[in-house]
């Protein structure tokens, strides 16, 4: 098999569709350089010393994790220098992060989850980054929260990083969604899969069933009936999964399909959900539809919010096409 790194990728899209100008595709194998750090000292876990509280919290009041603490460190040290950025943003960031003085600055913005699914870290059980590019709006400073204020349809470019049985990297410019898997050996990422597609229907959810009873009653009557099976309304069996990491999570429904919710419940209904709209929801929404998929809060389209803060939080209904629509209606009636 002919072996296409990600940096041949880049290269060759640039020059077929002229979508990857030099800078963006600086940033985006600045994050993959990144990534291949985080990948390493998630790999080492207890021998790297890694594992464990940090001792802190971040603006969303969530203890951190030495990982969380270190994954954001690698990801901001990365990506100064490069000039090819305008400012970044992060979950473990109460404001953005100016790019230093000594630097040339660049026209993008950058937003990432360093670590996600950080419960996973301690269990060995798989995490990973997510992160979402912006263009710098004229006249604005990339070190302003107002700068990064876009909805998720000005996104140029999104992925995630999922740091599992292999390390794989899935990545978007807006056209279509290509995966490229780690080879340790070499220390590249390798075009695995072009133009990954998710099956319209599918019989598989992702959902904390914990939460069941602080749910709305769209959300209750969907799961109620996929949990009915044949014998219900549905007329066939669903099977669940839940990995509590939502990369893991939206990573198996990108490559075989399933429905991924963290819907609004009235644990969480004040801060306007869990899940974060703009380094969470927003690039995988990016992902979900460009493989096919549809990603809505129930009401509306997520990426079509118009953000008014940083850290916002928004309910989250993501994947196969057919599903999400169907929990969408429920919502409507
Ligand atoms: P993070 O580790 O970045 O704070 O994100 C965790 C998120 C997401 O990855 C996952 O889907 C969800 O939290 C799990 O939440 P529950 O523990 O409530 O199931
Ligand atoms: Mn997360
Ligand atoms: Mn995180």
């Given at each position: 098999m002919k072996t296409i790194t990600l940096t041949q990728f880049l290269i060759e899209e640039q020059r077929a569709k002229g979508e990857i100008k030099p800078d963006l595709r600086l940033l985006l194998e600045v994050v993959a350089r990144a990534c291949k750090r985080i990948s390493i000292a998630v790999g080492k876990g207890a021998l790297g010393g890694v594992l464990g509280d940090a001792g802190t919290s971040n603006i969303q009041d969530e203890a951190q994790k030495k990982l969380d603490v270190l994954s954001n460190e690698i990801l901001l040290q990365a990506n100064a220098w490069g000039g090819h950025l305008a400012g970044l943003a992060s979950e473990e960031m109460d404001e953005p992060s100016a790019i230093p003085d000594e630097y040339p600055k660049g026209g993008y913005l950058l937003l990432f989850d360093p670590l996600d699914g950080s419960s996973n870290i301690d269990v060995n059980v798989?995490?990973?980054?997510?992160?979402?590019?912006?263009?710098?709006?004229?006249?604005?400073?990339?070190?302003?929260?107002?700068?990064?204020?876009?909805?998720?349809?000005?996104?140029?470019?999104a992925g995630y990083a999922v740091y599992g049985p292999s390390t794989m990297l899935i990545l978007t410019v807006g056209s279509g969604v290509h995966a490229f898997t780690l080879d340790r050996e070499q220390g590249s990422f390798v075009l695995t899969e072009r133009d990954m597609m998710i099956p319209e229907d599918t019989k598989e959810i992702a959902i904390n069933a914990s939460?069941?009873?602080?749910?709305?009653?769209?959300?209750?009557?969907?799961?109620?009936?996929?949990?009915?099976?044949?014998?219900?309304?549905?007329?066939?069996?669903?099977?669940?999964?839940?990995?509590?990491?939502?990369?893991?999570?939206?990573?198996?429904?990108?490559t075989r399909g399933g429905v991924f919710m963290y819907?609004?419940?009235?644990?969480?209904?004040?801060?306007?959900?869990?899940?974060?709209?703009?380094?969470?929801?927003?690039?995988?929404?990016?992902?979900?539809?460009?493989?096919?998929?549809?990603?809505?809060?129930?009401?509306?389209?997520?990426?079509?919010?118009?953000?008014?803060?940083?850290?916002?939080?928004?309910?989250?209904?993501?994947?196969?096409?057919?599903?999400?629509?169907?929990?969408?209606?429920?919502?409507?009636?």
């Open positions: 798989s995490v990973g980054t997510i992160f979402s590019v912006l263009r710098c709006p004229e006249g604005v400073s990339g070190s302003e929260e107002k700068a990064f204020l876009q909805p998720g349809t000005t996104q140029v470019a939460n069941e009873r602080h749910w709305e009653a769209p959300v209750q009557r969907y799961v109620k009936e996929c949990f009915e099976g044949k014998e219900g309304v549905r007329g066939k069996d669903f099977n669940m999964r839940w990995v509590a990491s939502m990369v893991a999570d939206v990573h198996r429904i990108v819907p609004l419940d009235a644990k969480t209904v004040k801060q306007g959900g869990k899940l974060r709209l703009m380094y969470e929801a927003n690039p995988m929404s990016f992902i979900i539809e460009q493989a096919g998929g549809v990603a809505s809060t129930g009401r509306e389209r997520i990426m079509d919010m118009q953000p008014h803060k940083l850290h916002q939080r928004v309910p989250v209904i993501m994947g196969s096409k057919n599903e999400v629509e169907k929990v969408v209606s429920y919502h409507a009636s």
